[in-house]
């Protein structure tokens, strides 16, 4: 025994972890723009805890960047890393609507199945989709996580990022393949990859699903850093070589309008950056 009583099972540990982030996120709910400072005794008031329970929830918070605490004072205030996860919240809720009507645009110009996609760490992550009005049985939905390296979303935006930051962010020389087409090393991707930046968009030629095909081209914000990638999918059967050409000017003139509309520009083939 270690004098300490008997330990919490499995379930328990797990139930107390939940109640964990529950009582964090009750004291991040205390602070306003009326009140943006809190000293530890009126946190505890507001939330119902144990002023030694708040205080540890604090340090952890703080340890984490979440939370900051004024030298002068003792008061604790939102930390730095809120604003930034508040900033990325809010760019791609921006994204969504701005590209929404683009979308649909994209989808009946093309009669097929049209997404929205941002880099999510190593893979795709999916924030709309349009579906196109030919029954199909897509491996999407909003909030799936797909790989970038055997997607045309996917490589539409890692062509936007030099060859160490591929490499760095894959992890590994050798890739899984899903299908015969798949690329299954980081050499034979960074070839697709250069293709992709040549042609100004990316083919998914059956690479994550036999029958499948897509084309996608990325989206710039008003800084010029890549924010997204907007593409066109449907059966190998209906994208032939004529289609992909044509379904590729498609996907790069919506992601260019996208662009534009969060401050982006492109003049003569030179990249710009939009003041107004």
Known sequence: ???RGPQPSKLEARLYRVQAIDR?????????????ELPVSEIAAKTGLHKSTAHRILMALEYNDIIGQNQETGN?????KLFKLGNQATARIQLREVARPYLIQLMEE???????????????LYLEKVEGPHALRMPSR?????????????KAMLSCLDKQQVKQLLRGPRLKAYTANTAT????????????????????DEEIELGLRCVGAPIRDYSGHMVGAVS???????????????????????????????????FGGREKVLSE
């Open 1 to 3: 025994m270690n004098g």
């Open 24 to 36: 964090a996120a009750k004291i991040l709910d205390c602070f306003t723009f009326e009140q943006p």
């Open 185 to 204: 090393n980081i050499d034979e991707l960074l070839g697709d990859l250069e293709k992709t930046r040549r042609r100004g968009y990316a083919v998914d």
């Open 76 to 80: 604790y205030y939102l930390g730095l």
């Open 232 to 266: 066109v999918a449907g059966p190998s059967a209906r994208m032939n070589q004529e289609k992909l050409l044509f379904f590729g000017a498609q996907v790069m003139k919506m992601a260019a309008s996208i662009s534009r509309d969060l401050g982006y520009d492109v």
């Open 142 to 154: 909003v909030g799936r996580r797909i790989p970038t390296y055997c997607t045309s979303l996917g």
């Open 110 to 124: 093309t009669k097929e199945t049209v997404h929205l996609a941002v880099l999510d760490e190593n893979q795709v």
